[in-house]
């Protein structure tokens, strides 16, 4: 009750900047937000270390979305404030793999099945979805992995991180064609291609047979496969992308998954602002601790008591 949210999104975002704010106002905070470099003053040349530390004088706790990998963590090295990564580029995207667990963790727990050594097939673009690089790292958190990773060869998942699910006993299969992969997936996790992020070339590597409709479906899954995407999915034509056609197939668990973004997000920011241990007792307001000095550069005789 009484905190301020920062959202700062300096990319698009619908589901990310909404549901961030949304959780926070339903904890009884208020959100201030920002969004695109256009109108805030990074456009005027302000560096990240100082819009760190401004907005740390404003709010309590910040949510961050900026097309730079690192720069999500460059923004929180400025600030004793919780920040949390809303997306960096096409590094990672962590509460949406939290989110995700917890879709996972739900369709599972309907199903009688629980997410040690499950087969998780990721389509897509796998290079630069961001959700899917924080996905891996989050699950292989698990036992006995079997991840199937079907990308067209030029975009592949980060070497990097296929080599830390493998070093962690994961099984990881790597494939370029959507046919002979997905048999025996319980989870198929499609992702759009990232078409702000790539040259032309890159572009005309994808091809039309990574659709995933209502054909695909049949051929390839089970009657109990779950179908999550992290949304947007991309309907403009030729795009390929998660059909519509599948709309109100039962395993489609899309809005399932966008919906479990409040109660993930409402989760992580009590547990950032040490207040969990209070909101998860009773409904009482939960009073929190701003940090004495808010950015690291701050003088100690900064405050006038
Ligand atoms: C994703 C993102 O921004 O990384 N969207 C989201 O946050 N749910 C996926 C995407 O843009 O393709």
Redesign the pocket.
Known sequence: EGAVLGNLFFEP?T??RVSFGAAFCRLGGAVCDTTGFTFSSMAKGESIADTSRVVSGYVDAIVVRHPDQGSVAEFARHTHLPVING?DGTGE?PT?ALLDLYTIRREFARLGKGVDGARVAMVGDLRH???VHSLIRLLSLYKGMRFQLVAPRSLEMPPALVEAALAAGHEVEQVTSLADSLRGADVLYA??I?KERMSGESMEAYPADFRIDRRALAALCRPDTVVMH???RDGTPGANDLSTDLDGDPRLAIFRQTDNGIPVRMAVFPVLLGVDHLVGRDLRDAPWIAPGRLGPGDAPFHRID
Do not use: A, C, E, I
Request: net charge positive; no cysteine.
């Open positions: 975002s589901r990310t997306g995207h949406q979805g961001r959700t992702t759009r990232q992290p949304l947007p």
